[in-house]
Every structure is written in C-alpha cells, then in structure tokens.
C-alpha cells in the first residue's frame, strides 16, 4: 500500500512539473514571438534620463557620464529586442531539456521514496511478527 501511495505523489508530482513547464514554455513563446512588436515600442520612448533628484546628489561629470551611458542603452535594447525572435529555435530544446532534468530528479525522489519503504517495511517486518495479539478479556 506505501508503495503505491509513494509512487502515486511522485506521479502527481510528475503532472504538475509537466504542467509547469508547459505553461512557462507557452508564455516564452509569445514573449519572443511579440518581441518584435516591443521594439518599435522602445524606440518611441526615446532617450532615458537620470532622476532629477538623483542628479542633484551627483557631480556633474558623473551626471553626464550616466546620461550618455544611458543613451547608448536605447540602440542596444532595440537590437536585442529584434533579436529576440531568433532565440525562439533554441528554447524548444531548452525546454525539452528542463522538462527532462526535473522528471529525472522526480524519478530518482520516487526510487528513493521505494526504497525508504522497503527498508520500513523490513525493520518492522521481525518486530510485528513477533508481537503477539491482546487477549479479549
């Protein structure tokens, strides 16, 4: 019976792991697959700028400094952003491997959960036999 039940959590375990996965993977595809739609969106958002109130407590080379380096931000979030779409081959495999890993490590949690049981069940195997039944009396 333990060992049914042992194997019936892990199984359980097995569907939700799948269905996580699942659904991670389905919510990756339509942010890649919308990822290029977002970069005309960061396009139009034009250059970032610094706080006003941060840039009071810095010095002004530093506040400049952090501006341009901010400004050369934009083109490389927008490069990414386009280049995103490509990664979309490479996240089936990733996701197959994933799913693989933690099905693998459910598994062996299951074969451990077996073997802890037969282990139970032979320590107390000798000391129930041995036990006798109370007299109705």
Same mark, same amino acid.
């Given at each position: 019976?333990?060992?049914? &039940?042992?194997?019936?959590?892990?199984?359980? @375990?097995?569907?939700?792991?799948?269905?996580?996965?699942?659904? &991670?993977?389905?919510? $990756? !595809?339509?942010?890649?697959?919308?990822?290029?739609?977002?970069?005309?969106?960061?396009?139009?958002?034009?250059? *970032?700028?610094?706080?006003?109130?941060? !840039?009071?407590? &810095?010095?002004? =080379? !530093?506040?400049?400094?952090?501006?341009?380096?901010?400004?050369?931000? %934009? *083109?490389?979030? =927008?490069?990414?952003?386009?280049?995103? *779409?490509?990664?979309?081959?490479? @996240?089936?495999?990733?996701?197959?491997?994933?799913?693989? @890993?933690?099905?693998?490590?459910?598994?062996?949690?299951?074969? %451990?959960?077996?073997?802890?049981?037969?282990?139970?069940?032979?320590?107390? %195997?000798?000391?129930? $036999?041995?036990?006798? *039944?109370?007299?109705?009396?």
């Amino acid at each position: 019976m333990f060992y049914a &039940l042992s194997w019936l959590v892990v199984v359980a @375990l097995a569907g939700l792991w799948s269905l996580a996965v699942w659904a &991670l993977h389905a919510v $990756a !595809v339509w942010a890649i697959s919308n990822a290029g739609s977002w970069s005309g969106a960061a396009a139009d958002m034009g250059v *970032p700028t610094l706080p006003g109130g941060l !840039v009071a407590w &810095l010095p002004p =080379e !530093v506040a400049a400094w952090l501006t341009d380096v901010l400004a050369g931000l %934009g *083109p490389l979030v =927008e490069r990414l952003l386009q280049a995103v *779409p490509a990664l979309a081959d490479g @996240l089936a495999f990733v996701t197959w491997t994933v799913w693989g @890993l933690g099905t693998a490590a459910l598994l062996a949690l299951g074969l %451990g959960l077996h073997l802890l049981v037969a282990l139970w069940r032979r320590q107390a %195997g000798p000391a129930a $036999a041995t036990r006798r *039944p109370l007299a109705a009396g």
